[in-house]
């Protein structure tokens, strides 16, 4: 792969769309949708605090916060971010909430206590585990990131509302499919269950016709 080329989330996702591709479910997003395209993003700080403001908002509106705040530090990183006043980060769009999290991650980081290149290497439960430690990092937002940035093949984001509504649609099990049904259905796909949900999640864009969001530069690998 050229180094101008984009690099695609999970790792494996070309050996789970074969895998997953004799699926009639599956057979059917690709001939209409096409593969998935959502972009590896850096396994970093800089991530981790973006999926932080993802939360309960729009990609879109997070995306908005990441650029205002690096316009504003020219580089996110934990140190710069622990420079930033209370102000700044609400002019930037930050919530009280989001700032406390962020604040917490960048300590975390800066200490030492959360590494990155270590993180890449655990295991998936121990990596699931080390990121919900994190003030603010529930389960979606673990799962998100170590799709995203971890590239692993098999993670299941079943709190995610637009994998709950992409997998009822494809199915035709009603609108949408609660967290706990959802998580159970998904062992179906190990495991490829991230190019699963990266399928579907393609799937529930096209329908919209949408196609996969456009983050700041900064956050790509």
């Known amino acids: 792969m050229g180094l101008s080329e ?4 999970p790792a494996g996702l070309q050996r789970g769309i074969a895998a997953l591709a004799g699926e009639p479910v599956f057979a059917a997003i690709l001939e209409r949708a096409g593969s998935p395209r959502f972009r590896r993003r ?14 309960q908002v729009s990609i879109d509106a997070a995306a908005a916060m ?8 020219g580089e996110v990183t934990p140190a710069t971010f622990l420079t930033v006043g209370e102000a700044d980060l609400r002019r930037c769009g930050f919530s009280r909430q989001k700032a406390s999290y962020g604040r917490a991650l960048a300590e975390r980081v800066a200490s030492g206590e959360l590494d990155f290149a270590r993180l890449s290497e655990t295991a998936d439960d ?3 585990a080390q990121l919900i430690s994190l003030k603010g990092i529930g389960r979606w937002s673990a799962e998100v990131y170590m799709i ?3 590239g ?12 709950q ?4 649609s494809e199915l035709g099990v009603g609108t949408r499919i609660g967290e706990k049904e959802l998580r159970d259905l998904g062992a179906r796909w190990r495991p490829w269950r991230s190019t699963a949900a990266c399928l579907f999640w393609q799937s529930y864009l096209h329908a919209r016709k ?6 700041p530069a900064e956050l790509y690998a």
């Open 6 to 9: 984009p690099v695609y989330a």
């Open 42 to 55: 850096r396994n970093g700080f800089e991530t981790l605090l973006h999926i932080i403001l993802e939360q």
């Open 66 to 73: 990441f650029r205002r705040l690096h316009g504003l530090l």
């Open 126 to 128: 121990e990596a699931a």
């Open 148 to 150: 995203f940035a971890l």
């Open 152 to 163: 692993r093949d098999d993670i299941w984001p079943a709190a995610d509302l637009g994998l």
């Open 165 to 168: 509504f992409g997998v009822a």
């Open 210 to 215: 949408r196609t996969a969001p456009v983050l």
